[in-house]
């Protein structure tokens, strides 16, 4: 059956003239964005459009992606049906047809059973939007049951059916090429066999139109929805970060100029390519400590004021206005609360779930500089912790002389040039918390006994500003950045041990942005090294620690994939490996001390420290260990709230130690 | 009307030590500092800039290196800043450092309106609290000491009232303009600077006065116009601690024993 091929392809033209002027308009506003570059090197890029976005790899990594990659999978075979489709329409002789029997054969057997699948794949997930919607799937803006969501669901459920009412109408109309190939639209072609020819050819001519008009409309809701997701989510995998987003870009502080994310047009363009890439799966909040603890933060939720703001004012940036709706404090849509940016633990997470690659987090940081350095708004807890690392380097403002107070019962050289291997780079944690000292003492005490030439930087040892960098005050973490990177330099210093991994993140990543390269290890790091070259040895087996649980801190695991090697030492110091958190690894759950919140108040909501230390509960441990030292400070805190003060806190390198000890 | 805001460069005294030996200051690798008091004459500078709009300098007297004070106080908001320094003005006791800025203070007088003039309670290295109302007598300005409250302050009738903060008690008085202030850390938050403002600190350019601008007499400034001398500094025998009690085993034990130690000293009032 075709329609008249004119008024057709007046519909055409008109329904791809409006696409292409929705589309046109919204990536327009894409770029009033600042400038990124995001298109070296090109074959990780192509691999990683592969991986992430054909091959669905963070969306089928959860049960009900499959449905998802069905769709997926589905939709661009259609896309060539569909194409034909459209093309017939105008030009009736252009078909499928036209190629040989068994390819056209081949493809009309692919077609039918794609739509099956999809018309399947588009049910289930109606049905659990209707029925089993797990929570993450509403926020504050979108519940999993919005119009739009079925919509869009039932615009596909209604093109499956009309493709299969078509064929099955040519079929029983003995029009149909290859009809053998074609068993869904076979079986709709029987059921059609009592209807006469003339109720064929209209059925046939209503699902043409329906097929077609269908199309036209859901195409064109494509730029207006989530579901722009299907014209974005495939170039913004290509466009992704190629370093881990562990670190952020650089300021340069000139005169006259505006810092940070004030707003929506200070975003580089990708930033806003990501906020129209959302997909509004939730999977983001599904996993923030913030937003899990009911804290005012949800990632997506950031994501989605970020578009919205784009979209109230990106045409009077485009003509050189001021912005309408703030993008930062206003209560409306379009806005992010001050609270929600402070929220955030800066963990990871909801980057590492995003299965279109979004970088949630940074914009995040983008955001908290702009208040601090041009505003000066944050929780005013924060001014003290600011005045104390600028003044005195540490975050208590503790006099720079105390760093070297926990090594009065030891005998510490300092780092010599030319003659110190390792920098024993301590950190402020390290250096000033009492418990943390005696986790300073078991690295230095192991570091001996394997003979290593380490020294310390003593006194003029500085705070290596991670803290400052996720809070946004990048100013002050420039000044300290670079006169770290000088002393460094100065000293000859090419390799170092850190204890903290904060410090470890941020010497490791932050610092190459100022020319550093220096061979930076985690304690952790070092001792499995140690102990599989067989200078490490311990005297005995350590089993008075019990049940041990080991707790991934987000800046080793997530943001630098160190998973293995505090488990190996663990595993060789007690002789069986560590016991798991249901969510380990890459999945770990924050302390809620990164990111600066360290030296926050935390009164919204339950606390993210507890929460972890329930979940460790969970598996009955003796010790919980850790890596970090605010994990440490977190656990210690929160097995206090829960009155649970008999389960250890212990650090890798004391559970070493403790194998140290003779008998 | 100018209010200026009188601030001092400082060793970090917690880092001071005092050599055993020679019984001097180590301030060999001591960070420098903002008085800690004086922000806060600053920050009040400041919001009396803000409400009402007058202008504000920084005034500070000491080496060339204060000048590090004196940026901070820019980055901070201040529309000028001023370096009192001159080799001739070293060595200086309180005395001879209130005849230096008055005399800068009595330079401002003869070119516009000064109301107002801030100091902080004392400085941390001298801990004297002599110099701002040194320089209050010597400008015959009236002077309001320890305050922790502006009650009210209006440039239009010339008139000052604020609470001191003394022990046990507050006092309120009225004093009219011009006058001198010395302030304690009660009295405000300090404020944070932009990074903007921090920029542009960077560039502006600080006034230095020395004695040539001052005009002197070389008696009555630095070692020479200083009638004090420091015959010996010592650090105190810290008498011995006590431990009270058994924190570990019976916290409110050593709780109640604490509470009773401190009330018998007059620590605690309750
Ligand atoms: S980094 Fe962590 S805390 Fe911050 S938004 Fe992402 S998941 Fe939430
Ligand atoms: S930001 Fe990513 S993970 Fe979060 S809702 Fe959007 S698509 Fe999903
Ligand atoms: S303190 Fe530890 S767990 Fe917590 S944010 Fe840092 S690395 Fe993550």
New interface residues.
């Given amino acids: 059956m075709t329609p008249n091929p004119v008024v057709f392809g007046v519909i055409l033209v008109v329904a791809f003239g409006l696409f292409a002027l929705s589309c046109y308009r919204r990536f327009s506003l894409a770029a009033v964005g600042k400038p990124d570059d995001r298109f070296r090197p090109i074959g990780t890029r192509i691999w990683n459009m592969f991986l992430y976005a054909f091959a669905q790899k963070r969306v089928a990594q959860r049960p009900f992606g499959l449905n998802h990659v069905t769709l997926f999978w589905a939709f661009l075979v259609l896309v060539i049906a569909n194409g034909e489709f459209l093309v017939r329409g105008v030009f009736p002789g252009l078909s499928i047809y036209l190629l040989p029997a068994p390819v056209f054969k081949l493809l009309l057997l692919a077609f039918e059973v794609v739509s099956l699948l999809a018309l399947v794949a588009s049910l289930i997930a109606m049905a659990r939007r209707l029925f089993f919607a797990p929570p993450y799937l509403s926020t504050a803006y979108v519940k999993a049951t919005s119009f739009e969501a079925f919509l869009i669901l039932f615009f596909i459920i209604v093109l499956m059916l009309a493709y299969f009412g078509l064929h099955g109408a040519e079929i029983a109309l003995a029009r149909q090429q290859g009809a053998d190939w074609m068993p869904v639209s076979g079986v709709v072609a029987r059921l059609l066999g009592g209807v006469g020819p003339e109720g064929v050819e209209s059925f046939a001519a209503l699902c043409w139109w329906v097929h077609a008009i269908v199309l036209l409309v859901f195409m064109n809701l494509l730029p207006l929805t989530k579901h722009m997701h299907i014209l974005t989510a495939i170039p913004n995998c290509y466009l992704r970060s190629i370093d881990k987003p562990n670190t952020q870009p650089r300021e340069e502080?000139?005169?006259?100029e505006?810092?940070g994310v004030g707003q929506v047009d200070q975003f580089t363009w990708k930033d806003l390519i990501d906020s129209f890439s959302c997909t509004e799966c939730g999977r983001c909040q599904d996993v923030c400590p913030a937003a899990i603890t009911g804290k005012p933060l949800n990632p997506r939720q950031i994501i989605h004021a970020i578009k919205s703001n784009l979209l109230a004012n990106g045409e009077g940036l485009k003509r050189g206005e001021k912005p309408a709706l703030p993008l930062i404090g206003a209560e409306a849509e379009g806005t992010n609360t001050e609270a929600a940016l402070w929220s955030c633990t800066t963990c990871g997470a909801c980057l590492e779930v995003c299965p279109v690659l979004i970088e949630q987090m940074p914009k995040i940081i983008k955001m908290r500089r702009h208040l601090v350095?041009?505003?000066?708004r944050f929780p005013?807890e924060l001014?003290g912790v600011?005045?104390n690392f600028e003044?005195?380097s540490n975050p208590w403002g503790i006099?720079?002389?105390e760093r070297t107070k926990w090594c009065t019962t030891m005998n510490v050289k300092t780092f010599e040039k030319g003659t110190t291997e390792y920098l024993f780079y301590v950190g402020c944690a390290g250096a000033f918390d009492s418990r943390q000292k005696q986790v300073t003492v078991a690295i230095a005490t192991i570091l001996d006994a394997a003979g290593v030439s380490w020294g310390t930087l003593g006194?003029d040892e500085k705070c290596c500003g991670d803290s400052l960098r996720r809070l946004g005050n990048e100013?002050v973490f420039d000044k300290m950045a670079q006169e770290n990177v000088k002393l460094f330099r100065d000293k000859g210093i090419t390799k170092v041990i850190t204890q903290c991994p904060h410090c470890y993140s941020t010497l490791k990543n932050d610092y190459r942005q100022y020319g550093l390269e220096v061979e930076v290890l985690h304690h952790g790091q070092l001792i499995e090294q140690l102990l599989k070259s067989g200078k490490l040895r311990l005297n005995r087996q350590v089993t008075d620690l019990g049940k041990i649980i080991f707790h991934d801190s987000c800046y080793l695991g997530r943001h630098n994939d160190v998973y293995d090697a505090p488990r190996n030492v663990l595993a060789t110091a007690t002789g069986k490996a560590p016991v798991e958190f249901s969510r380990n690894r890459a999945n770990s759950f924050c302390c809620g001390a990164g990111g600066g919140r360290m030296w926050m108040e935390e009164l919204v909501g339950s606390r993210v420290n507890v929460a972890r230390a329930e979940e460790a509960l969970k598996e009955t441990p003796d010790t919980v260990c850790v890596a970090c030292p605010y994990c440490m400070t977190m656990f210690m805190d929160a097995f206090k709230d829960l009155d649970k003060e008999r389960t250890r806190v212990r650090d890798v390198a004391e559970v070493v130690a403790e194998g140290l000890r003779q008998g | 009307m100018l209010v200026v805001a009188c601030i001092k460069q400082v060793p970090d005294t917690t880092q001071v030590k005092i050599d055993p030996v020679t019984n001097t200051l180590v301030r060999e690798g001591v960070p420098f500092i903002i008085n800690p008091f004086d922000i806060h004459a600053l920050e009040e500078a400041l919001r009396i800039r803000d409400r009402f709009g007058c202008r504000v300098t920084a005034i500070s007297m000491g080496p060339p290196n204060a000048e590090a004070t004196l940026r901070k106080a820019l980055s901070l908001g201040v529309d000028e800043a001023i370096l009192v320094s001159d080799r001739c003005f070293g060595g200086a006791d309180t005395l001879a450092t209130s005849n230096v800025l008055a005399e800068a203070i009595r330079r401002l007088v003869k070119r516009e309106d000064v109301g107002l003039v801030i100091c902080g309670k004392q400085t941390i290295d001298g801990d004297t609290a002599q110099v701002g109302p040194g320089i209050a007598t010597r400008l015959g300005f009236a002077q309001l000491t320890l305050v922790d409250r502006i009650e009210h302050f209006d440039p239009e009738k010339r008139v000052i009232r604020v609470r001191r903060k003394l022990e046990g008690r507050h006092e309120i008085v009225e004093a009219p303009l011009p006058a001198l202030i010395t302030v304690v850390r009660e009295l405000n938050r300090p404020r944070y600077p932009t990074v903007p403002m921090r920029l542009q600190a960077l560039e502006t350019q600080i006034t230095v006065w020395r004695n040539q601008n001052l005009e002197l007499d070389e008696n009555t400034i630095g070692l020479k116009g200083s009638p004090t001398c420091v015959n010996r500094i010592f650090s105190p025998q810290r008498e011995k601690g006590e431990i009270l009690g058994d924190g570990g085993k019976d916290p409110d034990g050593a709780a109640r024993l604490l509470v009773e130690k401190l009330r018998s000293k007059d620590l605690l009032v309750v």
């Fill in positions: 502080f000139r005169k006259g505006s810092f350095e041009m505003q000066v005013e001014l600011f005045e003044g005195r006099a720079p002389a006194k100013y």
